[in-house]
């Protein structure tokens, strides 16, 4: 049962949510707009998870600071900065740290690839965090699992239905039909396709390469 949901939106909310939805400078409002949308459409919170990329705790925890504060509360991005002490990074805020980290550059600031320079002031431009320094960032993110990785082929698609297509393949690669088979059909043209190198942030773990011959 789907017991957290959006409550119903006015007609201004609507409108603010959609104008979110579409905002190419800051993946995280669209984000968190769309999961609103979404449960006021009707969607349950581990298909909305899916849809937007998610985990379902997070997509509950959006859901209670819409309902409690609406708009601005999901808008204005949490950071806490002590004056006389050290910074506190709660788990919401790494969170969306981290978020904006694996979101590609391109579309967020119009560059090919993330620094650590470009992210901190990304995150402090878009109230994320108060300030935090070169060394405690690149901590964060290596304490959550995400490096910098080089690969050998870089594939960016401009499908907006790229990741749910992509999860359903890789859930049919990772455990076939149940008396079925798995069937792979692909075209193109006569052209000699070239490994192109990249860089980007990314969980860590093996990763299986393959030229793309």
Known sequence: ????????????ESQKLRRMKRQLTNAVNS???????????????????????????????????????????????????????PLKFFADVVE???????????????????????LRQYLVEQ????SISLEWLRQLLRRRRI???????????????????YRRIRRLYAKRPKGGRRIGVDEFGPLN???????????IGHVDCLRAT
Request: glycine fraction near 10%; proline fraction near 6%.
């Open 1 to 12: 049962m789907n017991k957290v949901v959006a409550r119903k939106l006015k007609a201004s």
């Open 31 to 85: 984000r968190h707009a769309g999961i609103i949308l979404l449960s006021g459409g009707g969607y349950a919170n581990p298909r909305i998870a899916e849809r937007c990329g998610c985990t379902p705790t997070w997509v509950r925890k959006i859901i209670h600071r819409f309902n409690r504060g609406g708009v601005e509360a999901i808008f204005w991005y949490p950071y806490y900065c002590g004056r006389d002490g």
């Open 96 to 118: 969306q740290i981290c978020e904006v980290a694996l979101c590609p550059a391109k579309r967020l600031i119009g560059m090919s690839v993330w620094s650590l320079e470009k």
């Open 127 to 130: 109230k994320i965090i108060g």
């Open 147 to 165: 490096r910098w990785r080089h690969t050998k082929t870089w594939k960016e698609s401009d499908d907006p239905r790229f990741w749910p297509k």
């Open 193 to 203: 396709l070239q490994p192109r190198h990249g860089r980007h942030y990314a969980y």
